[in-house]
């Protein structure tokens, strides 16, 4: 079955510091989306990148689709302590359905 | 955006006995709604779909009549989690889509963190 995996597992970064995560789907993919959950939240959508090569900005946030359409990252410019949680990538599995990336935890240090 | 209501939010039971998650949208009516289980601080795992009106579809790997899913209205789905045991604990959380406008993007509930003693 599809398979969407995330790298890395993991990041702790120094305020202020940049924070990129990748994902990568085995099949390629129609849209991708992008959410976010706060530790003891649920998550919330973020973005979602339909078009090959696809790059929009939320902010101090990158998002950008491969030119396959099997892969994404996210990209955090100058973190703040409020961006910490876990970002999860999430792609279409048929009928309505997502499947989520392994997700990427982020902690900051004050 | 739209609201996915999700309760209860925490619930502790004895092992053998049954529990019931609710989940409701709030602001829209949702013909499909989804069941996650997340373990700790792992990913979402879809356990299955629940559709107004007809069975639910299980995943590959998930006991149906150990998770029994039911969706009367088109704002209400529930889950039981019935004859529960230890390693039932888990977060489980439901989402619905709302099509009217957006990019049908997910709506999550709360969440309801299930702890079988």
């Known amino acids: 079955g599809q398979q969407v995996m995330q790298i890395p597992q993991y990041q702790h970064v120094q305020e202020g510091e940049d924070f990129t995560t990748y994902c990568n789907s085995s099949?390629?993919?129609?849209?991708i989306q992008w959410y976010k959950q706060r530790p003891g939240g649920h998550p919330v959508f973020l973005i979602q990148?339909?078009?090959?090569?696809e790059v929009k900005k939320q902010k101090r946030l990158t998002f950008q689709f491969g030119e396959a359409k099997k892969n994404s990252s996210l990209h955090i410019t100058a973190t703040q302590t409020t961006d910490v949680g876990t970002y999860f990538c999430?792609?279409?599995?048929?009928?309505?359905?997502?499947?989520f990336g392994t997700g990427t935890r982020l902690t900051i240090i004050p | 955006g739209a609201v996915v209501s999700q309760h209860p939010s925490r619930v502790i039971c004895k092992s053998g006995t049954s529990v019931k998650i609710e989940c409701r949208s709030l602001?829209?009516?949702?013909?499909?709604m989804f069941w996650y289980r997340q373990f700790p601080k792992k990913s979402l795992m879809l356990m299955a779909t629940?559709?107004?009106?007809?069975?639910?579809?299980?995943e590959q790997g998930v006991e149906k009549d150990k998770f029994l899913i039911n969706h009367a209205s088109l704002t209400l789905s529930t889950l039981t989690v019935t004859s529960a045991h230890p390693e039932d604990s888990s977060f489980y959380i439901c989402?619905?889509?709302?099509?009217?406008?957006?990019?049908?993007?997910?709506?999550f509930g709360e969440g309801s963190r299930l702890t079988v003693l």
């Open positions: 989402s619905a889509r709302d099509w009217t406008g957006g990019d049908g993007e997910l709506f």
């Open positions: 099949t390629t993919l129609s849209n």
């Open positions: 990148l339909v078009k090959s090569g």
């Open positions: 999430a792609g279409p599995s048929g009928n309505e359905k997502l499947t």
């Open positions: 602001d829209f009516q949702a013909t499909t």
């Open positions: 629940s559709n107004e009106g007809s069975k639910a579809t299980y």
